[in-house]
């Protein structure tokens, strides 16, 4: 019960922090693009600052010498919506693809187009895949970290994993080095739940993969270096085998 009621409160805060920042920040709407990366950036401190507060749960960013200032591409495992906050505190300008119809939600939808991300038709196929790669292009090519996630929807802790072609049309049109991260979020705020119990989230930056490999060494030195590295995560967790087992019900629920 006790579990019930702190998840409850951060609920609470993590929307209510949302609102009340996207309120704040309307002035940097009509400001250049990396003011509305700060308001983002500002939401994920505060999701951070919500989820040590109520819930016990501590976040910790390892490998942050690894990500470069400058363009690269992220390719992140994908376990949680936690993932798509984190890199607003880890790397310095992300952009990363969302779905079209969220740009016109409120708040959301304002910072989100704002902030130059990268819209996705996915009903569009080819067409669509050539517009969203030549944008990524152009955000890239104003030095900014274009975040994709190999596996494209968030899998349960421990799954077996399932990377999309689409991570390499990626890396093959942006001709930059590939920055793998590695995570363990699935643990503590795994789809579809609503407890969060205490615990670790680590997002560890591993070492770049470099320009210009060809599609299948490049599709398994990703692979390499995130799966084992998460899976590491993973195991640190105190009595990760309950919490796995806790996860993977509820997902699957």
Request: hydrophobic share 45%; net charge positive; aromatic share 12%.
């Amino acid at each position: 019960m006790f579990i019930w009621l702190r998840s409850f409160a951060f609920y609470i805060w993590h929307y209510l922090s949302m609102g009340v920042l996207g309120v704040v920040f309307i002035p940097a709407l009509f400001l250049p693009q990396k003011a509305s990366i700060a308001a983002a950036r500002s939401w994920a401190k505060a999701t951070r600052f919500g989820l040590r507060f109520f819930c016990g749960v501590q976040t910790e960013i390892r490998g942050i010498e690894n990500m470069p200032d400058g363009a690269c591409l992220i390719a992140s495992k994908h376990q949680s919506t936690y993932d798509i906050l984190m890199p607003f505190i880890y790397a310095k300008n992300p952009a990363f693809v969302l779905k079209r119809e969220l740009f016109f939600y409120p708040i959301l939808g304002w910072y989100g187009w704002r902030a130059d991300m990268i819209p996705i038709d996915r009903g569009g196929y080819v067409k669509t895949l050539k517009k969203m790669l030549g944008r990524a292009k152009e955000e890239s090519q104003r030095g900014r970290q274009i975040l994709i996630f190999p596996e494209g929807t968030r899998q349960i802790p421990g799954a077996t994993p399932d990377y999309k072609s689409g991570v390499y049309a990626m890396y093959k049109e942006l001709n930059e080095p590939c920055i793998p991260v590695a995570l363990n979020t699935g643990t503590i705020w795994p789809r579809g739940s609503f407890m969060r119990r205490p615990g670790k989230l680590v997002f560890d930056i591993l070492p770049a993969i470099e320009a210009g490999l060809p599609r299948k060494e490049f599709m398994q030195r990703l692979q390499d270096n995130i799966e084992p590295a998460s899976n590491a995560l993973l195991q640190e967790q105190h009595s990760i085998p309950s919490k796995l087992d806790e996860a993977k019900k509820e997902a699957q629920a």
